[in-house]
C-alpha cells in the first residue's frame, strides 16, 4: 500500500477474486472509503488488463443485500442475530439429527467462489472432517470434474497441460469462449489479448462452437460443431494424425504407456463417418489434423463446453491425446504444465512415481453411482434428500454454493431442499438455496480480506505468486471467514461453542508442517516443526497456511535454507506480484505420479467407455433441437447479478436460435418462447440470429433469481430464467457423473 494524493487517500492493490483470470486491480481510497478500482500496470501478471466485473468490488463490499450478522429464521422470517446465538442454534439443531441417524445423514455441498478464497481452500478439509459424512458434493462436478479424472489417470494427479498462449503458433479452442470468461483451468489475464497476439504474430486461433460466439467472431476460422460430439471430432483428428503418418510424439513417447493402443482404438473414427455427426465437412476436419500437425508450435485447449456434455471425460482425455500426438505436449508453445508456488502434488514426494488416481472406492446410497475425489456428483443429492432409509440425507451444510441455480434439474433439488430437517449456509445472501436455510453465517467480502489463488495459480499460463492484503478490515459484529469454518467445524466435531479456535488453527499449522518434514524429496525434510512454527511470525489462520505452503513448495525458502526463496512477507513487499518465469518444457517426467512412472495413455476407465461413444455414432440427430449455454463478460455464474452497474441495459437472458428454426416454428425476434424439456420448461425472449447453428439454442446460465424469499433487490427484478429448470440430472458423463449442460434434447414452441 501507497500514500497518495493527501493523508486521507490511500493505494492499495490486491488480484481481483471475481474468475480464474487473476487480474492485479489497483485501488484508490479516500478516507477509507473506496473510490475507485482499475487495474494495475504494474502487475506481474495482468499488467493492467481488467474487465468489468472487477471495478465492482466496491459495489459489492457497499450492497446491503450482503448481510454482516448472522441470520437465524423463526417462523419463517431470517433475523439478525449474535455469533454465539448462530452457532448455538446450529449444534441444537444439526448435533440430534446426527445422534439419532448418523453423521451420513448430514451432506456437505462445496461452491465454485470457495475456489477463489483462501479460508475454504485451507479449511474445508477441517469442515468435512469435523463433520465426518460420506455425502460430499461440490460445483465441481458441474464444472470440470471430466478435465481433473482424466488429467489424474493419464498423468496420476491433476496435473493439467495449458496452453502456452504467449508462444504457440496455433491454438484450438473446443467449448471455450475466453472473450467472455477469461478462460477457465488456464489462468491467463486478458486472454483475448494474448489470443490476439497469435494472430499479430502470424499465427492461427480456431474456435469449435456451436455459435458464432465472441472469441469465435475474431478467430481465423469458426466451426460450428454439433453440441455433444466434441469426442468425436477429437478422435477423428487423432485417428487422422495417425492414418496419415503426421502422428510424431516423439518428445514424450517414451514415458508413455499404451501408445500402440491409438491406432485400433481411434479407427472407427475416420472423417467421413464422423463429420455428418459433428455437422462438420469431413475434408474440415483432415485439414484440421493436417494443420496441428504442420504448426510450428501448436495447441488444443478444451474447457466448459467439453466437459459438461455426455461424453465430457472422453472429450477432455483426447485433447491431451490430440496434443500427445501432434507433438505437443509438454514444449514450448504447445500444451504445458505450471509450477505453481504452492505447490500441486506433482511437484511433492519422489518424482516419476505415485499412487496414482483411484475412483469408485464408495458408491451413493441411492443409485450406487461412484466417488471421485472423495465427492459424488452432485446429480444424485436430490435422490439421497428424497430416499428414506438408512443413510438418508436430512440435513445440509452448504460453503459458497448455490446449487438450486447451478444444479440440473433445479425444480427437483429446490423441492428437495424445502424437505430438509436442517441446512446451515456459509454464505453473504439469502439466495435460491440459501433461502431454505436454518442459518447463515455471512463472511466478509472480498475487500476484506488476503487473497491468494491458492488452486488458480497452477493453472497459469505464467508461473507468479501474488498476494492481496485486505484492503478493509472488518466490521463490529462481522467474524473472519476461516474463524466462522473453524468455530462451525468445533460445533460438527461436538466441542461445544468454546472451543479452542487458536489451538485448533495451531494444530492444522503444525499438522502441514509435519506432513513437509516427512517428505525426503522437500527442502524441509526433518526439521523440528515447531522451530518452523515459531518461524511463521504473527500470521494467522490461512495466511500462516500459505506461508507454509510457499516456504516448503518449489520456489520456496525452506525456513531458512534459501534466503532468496519465497514466503508470504516476501509477497506482500511485492504488492504487484513476483513473476517466477515463462512454463517450461520437460516437466515429463518428473511431475508424473503414476505407479508406472510414464503417462497412461489409454487407462482402463477410458477404455470402458470407449464403446459407448462408438455406439451412439448410430444415433439418428435428425430435426432435434438441443440446447447450450453461454457467458457474458458482465456475469459469472449467479455471483453477480446483483449488481447494479453490471445489470442495467438490455435483457441479457434471452433464447438465442436461428431464424430458419425460428420461422420453421412460428416463433418472431423478441416473442416470448416456451422451452420445454424432460424435466421442466421456461418462457424466455426469442433473439434470433445466423450466429448459432441450426438445432440448437442457448439460454445463459446464472439467471433466475426471482424465487419466494430470494433477497437480492437487484437480482429479482432482472428478467431472466434459470436454464437448469431444463438441464437432466440424469443425462449425463458416464464416467464422471457430471451434468450435461450442452446437448439437452427440448422442444420449443411460441408462448
Not at 288 to 305: F, K, M, Q
Not at 506 to 518: D, M, Y
Request: charged share 25%; with cysteine; net charge negative.
Amino acid at each position: 500500500m501507497a500514500a497518495v494524493e493527501g493523508e486521507d487517500t490511500r493505494l492499495a492493490y490486491r488480484t481481483c477474486p471475481l474468475c480464474e483470470a487473476g487480474c492485479g486491480l489497483e485501488v484508490t481510497l479516500k478516507s477509507e472509503a473506496v473510490h475507485r478500482i482499475r487495474g494495475d500496470m504494474d502487475d506481474v501478471f495482468s499488467h493492467g488488463f481488467i474487465c468489468p466485473k472487477g471495478s465492482t468490488l466496491k459495489q459489492l463490499h457497499e450492497d446491503p443485500d450482503w448481510h454482516r450478522r448472522p441470520l437465524v429464521k423463526r417462523d419463517d422470517v431470517f433475523v439478525e442475530v449474535d455469533w454465539v446465538e448462530a452457532f448455538a442454534t446450529i449444534e441444537a439443531g444439526l448435533l440430534p439429527i446426527v445422534e439419532e441417524h448418523g453423521r451420513d445423514a448430514v451432506a456437505i455441498y462445496l461452491g465454485n467462489p470457495g475456489a477463489h478464497c483462501l479460508a475454504p481452500m485451507f479449511f474445508n478439509r477441517s469442515l468435512i472432517t469435523a463433520l465426518g459424512t460420506r455425502n460430499r458434493f461440490s460445483a465441481s462436478t458441474v464444472d470440470q470434474r471430466p478435465k481433473e479424472i482424466s488429467s489424474a489417470l493419464m498423468f496420476g494427479s491433476v496435473t493439467v497441460p495449458v496452453p502456452d498462449l504467449d508462444r504457440t503458433d496455433f491454438i484450438v479452442l473446443l467449448g471455450a469462449n475466453p472473450y467472455a470468461s477469461n478462460g477457465s483451468l488456464c489462468t491467463a489475464p486478458d486472454f483475448p489479448g494474448r489470443l490476439k497476439r497469435i494472430q499479430e504474430r502470424g499465427g492461427k486461433v480456431i474456435v469449435v462452437d456451436p455459435r458464432r460466439s465472441e472469441t469465435a467472431r475474431d478467430a481465423d476460422q469458426h466451426i460450428a460443431i454439433r453440441p455433444g460430439t466434441d469426442a468425436h471430432l477429437l478422435a477423428s483428428i487423432g485417428h487422422r494424425l495417425i492414418v496419415e503418418e503426421l502422428a510424431d510424439p516423439a518428445n514424450v513417447a517414451e514415458h508413455c504407456n499404451g501408445l500402440d493402443e491409438l491406432d485400433e482404438l481411434l479407427a472407427p473414427y475416420c472423417a467421413e463417418t464422423v463429420g455428418p455427426i459433428c455437422g462438420i465437412e469431413p475434408e474440415e476436419i483432415r485439414q484440421l489434423a493436417r494443420d496441428l500437425a504442420s504448426a510450428p508450435t501448436a495447441a488444443v485447449y478444451g474447457r466448459i463446453g467439453t466437459c459438461t456434455q455426455e461424453f465430457g471425460t472422453l472429450a477432455s482425455w483426447l485433447v491431451d491425446i490430440v496434443n500427445i500426438l501432434s507433438g505437443n505436449l509438454d514444449r514450448a508453445g504447445g500444451a504445458m504444465f505450471t509450477k505453481g508456488a504452492v505447490g500441486q502434488p506433482s511437484t511433492k514426494g519422489e518424482p516419476r512415481t505415485g499412487r496414482g488416481f483411484r475412483m469408485g472406492r464408495v458408491t451413493s446410497r441411492v443409485s450406487n453411482t461412484p466417488e471421485a475425489f472423495g465427492e459424488f456428483p452432485v446429480t444424485v443429492l436430490p435422490e439421497e434428500i428424497e430416499t428414506p432409509g438408512e443413510g438418508q440425507v436430512r440435513a445440509l451444510v452448504t460453503v459458497a454454493g448455490n446449487p438450486v441455480s447451478s444444479n440440473p434439474n433445479s425444480d427437483r433439488l429446490d423441492a428437495a431442499l424445502a424437505g430438509l430437517e436442517f441446512m446451515v449456509a456459509i454464505d453473504p445472501y439469502v439466495n435460491e438455496t440459501t433461502r431454505h436455510a436454518d442459518v447463515i453465517l455471512p463472511p466478509p467480502d472480498a475487500l476484506q480480506k488476503g487473497h491468494y489463488d491458492m488452486a488458480l495459480l497452477n493453472f497459469a499460463v505464467r508461473n507468479v505468486a501474488n498476494y492481496s492484503p485486505p484492503v478493509l478490515p472488518l466490521e463490529d459484529g462481522q467474524m473472519d471467514e476461516w474463524q466462522i469454518m473453524l468455530n462451525l467445524a468445533a460445533v460438527f466435531a461436538g466441542e461445544g461453542l468454546n472451543a479452542d479456535i487458536e489451538a485448533t488453527d495451531e494444530g492444522v499449522a503444525k499438522a502441514f508442517l509435519g506432513s513437509a518434514a516427512r517428505d525426503p524429496h522437500g527442502n524441509v525434510f526433518e526439521r523440528d516443526v515447531d522451530e518452523m512454527l515459531a518461524m511463521t511470525g504473527n500470521h494467522r489462520g490461512p495466511e500462516r497456511l500459505l506461508d507454509i505452503s510457499l516456504r516448503t513448495g518449489p520456489y520456496g525458502d525452506g525456513f531458512g535454507i534459501d534466503p532468496e526463496g519465497l514466503t508470504l512477507d516476501k509477497l506482500i513487499a511485492n504488492p504487484h506480484g513476483v513473476d517466477l518465469g515463462e512454463l517450461r518444457p520437460g516437466r515429463i517426467p518428473d511431475n508424473l505420479r503414476t505407479p508406472s512412472g510414464k503417462i497412461e495413455i489409454v487407462p482402463d476407465k477410458i477404455r470402458e467407455d470407449l464403446p459407448r461413444l462408438a455406439e451412439s455414432m448410430k444415433r439418428d440427430r435428425q430435426d432435434e433441437i438441443v440446447l447450450v449455454g453461454r457467458r457474458h463478460v458482465r456475469s459469472n455464474n449467479s455471483w453477480m447479478h446483483n449488481v447494479n452497474v453490471l445489470m442495467k441495459g438490455k435483457n441479457r437472458c434471452t433464447m438465442q436460435i436461428h431464424p430458419d428454426d425460428a420461422g420453421r416454428l412460428g416463433i418472431s425476434n423478441g416473442s416470448p418462447a416456451r422451452v420445454t424439456s424432460r424435466v421442466g420448461e421456461v418462457i424466455i425472449d426469442a433473439e434470433l440470429t445466423d450466429g448459432i447453428r441450426p438445432g440448437v439454442i442457448s439460454i445463459p446460465h446464472g439467471f433466475g433469481q426471482n424465487m419466494p424469499g430470494v433477497q437480492l433487490r437487484v437480482a429479482t427484478e432482472y428478467r431472466g430464467v434459470n436454464t437448469n429448470v431444463l438441464t437432466d440430472e440424469y443425462f449425463r458423463d458416464e464416467i464422471s457423473g457430471n451434468i450435461a449442460l450442452n446437448g439437452v434434447r427440448v422442444t420449443v414452441q411460441p408462448a
